[in-house]
């Protein structure tokens, strides 16, 4: 190999920048988590409405074909929300409900969620 050549220069020098960006990720996360996060990220005091609203924000995969769960979870919750007393049935259904629209995930294979490596080496070859 010739260390001379202008593409393996180049090629080194993407090197130490991926090197150097790796060592700044690597250092974000040896920093403590700030104090001000809490002791738990979970809301404790959402209603049934905005618990199946935190589930869809966290399900970007739900797409038009999840509309039956999707209906039938808010029309569950709203129930569950207005009852005064809650049903074991109604409260069962709407666990059965999560459950099956959960069971609809695509699953995720190890290497599918893009991380900070990816971005750098996107930028780098990009």
């Known amino acids: 190999m010739d260390l001379t050549d202008p593409d393996v220069k180049a090629l080194v020098r993407r090197l130490e920048t991926v090197e150097r960006d790796l060592a700044a990720m690597h ?4 920093r403590p988590l700030p104090d001000d996060l809490g002791a738990s990220a979970v809301v404790r ?6 618990a199946v609203d935190l589930l869809l924000d966290a399900s970007p995969w739900v ?7 999707v209906s039938a979870l808010f029309t569950l919750a709203r129930t569950l929300d207005n009852a005064g007393k809650i049903s074991a049935a109604t409260m069962m259904e709407f666990r059965q409900n999560v459950n ?3 069971k609809c995930a695509p699953e995720e294979k190890a290497g599918d969620k893009p991380d900070q490596l990816d971005a750098v080496v996107a930028r780098l070859l990009g």
Do not use: I, K, S, V
């Open 100 to 102: 099956d629209l959960r």
């Open 27 to 30: 250092a974000q996360l040896e």
């Open 45 to 50: 005091n959402a209603t049934f409405e905005q």
């Open 63 to 69: 797409g038009d074909e999840h509309t039956p769960y």
